[in-house]
């Protein structure tokens, strides 16, 4: 199993402004998922994470408004740039494929 | 049309009842079909996962997949109160990469 952790938790931001992200693994993964999760709505893959080489970014999400690091094998960010109140969302990052996979406990994010 | 439907609820059922909860889906290259719980303000932990069409039980859960129908149900017997959560299933082709969830059924099992 893998143990997912990030920070921050939860954070109230001014809209134009900008929330780096924090997620950390346990262990060592390949690759890591960036998702959002709107009130009432499905979970929406943002990206995906290699280690060593960029982003691959899913439909509707753009690398200069949601740029992500991977530095190691353990660890990630995903950056909201330019915040708007549309950004509000719960951003969750997780590891692994259909038969395992695991969720960080997500971040809060409100933008006013 | 989105690519997977799932009915929000709320479900309100008493405890010890059997539990019905349905995704539908109109992509029919989806293979893999998986059904997650989310606790409030926790990230979905994977239940269950089944390949192609068929049943597959754990416990008190099953899990039933009709592809001729695009529809798969998750059964949950002898209901518990912590069973209260919300319930997403996700579904993906072969490409692993990309899963599409439903937007989740919320469930509250009363004691």
């Known amino acids: 199993s893998a143990v997912i952790s990030q920070k921050p938790s939860r954070d109230i931001c001014q809209r134009g402004t900008s929330l780096t992200i924090q997620c950390q693994v346990d262990?060592?993964?390949?690759?890591m998922f960036w998702y959002r999760q709107q009130p009432g709505q499905s979970l929406t893959l943002i990206a995906t994470?290699?280690?060593?080489?960029?982003?691959?970014?899913e439909s509707g999400f753009v690398i200069d408004k949601f740029p992500i690091s991977r530095p190691n094998l353990t660890f990630s960010t995903l950056t909201v740039s330019n915040m708007s109140p549309e950004d509000s969302s719960i951003y969750l990052c997780?590891?692994?494929?259909?038969?395992?996979?695991?969720f960080g406990p997500g971040t809060r994010l409100t933008v006013t | 049309q989105k690519e997977v439907e799932q009915d929000p609820g709320p479900l309100s059922v008493p405890e010890g009842a059997i539990v019905s909860l349905n995704c539908t889906y109109s992509n029919s290259a989806f293979q893999y079909f998986m059904w997650y719980r989310q606790y409030s303000r926790k990230g979905p932990e994977l239940l269950m996962y089944t390949y192609s069409s068929g049943n597959k039980e754990d416990g008190r859960f099953t899990a039933q997949v009709d592809k001729s129908s695009k529809y798969i149900s998750l059964f949950i017997r002898d209901s518990q109160p912590s069973d209260s959560a919300t319930y997403l299933c996700?579904?993906?082709?072969?490409?692993?990469?990309?899963?599409?969830f439903g937007s989740g059924t919320k469930l509250n099992v009363k004691p």
């Open positions: 994470a290699n280690q060593g080489s960029e982003a691959t970014y």
């Open positions: 262990s060592q993964v390949t690759m």
């Open positions: 996700a579904m993906s082709a072969n490409n692993f990469n990309k899963f599409y």
């Open positions: 997780s590891v692994g494929g259909v038969y395992e996979q695991y």
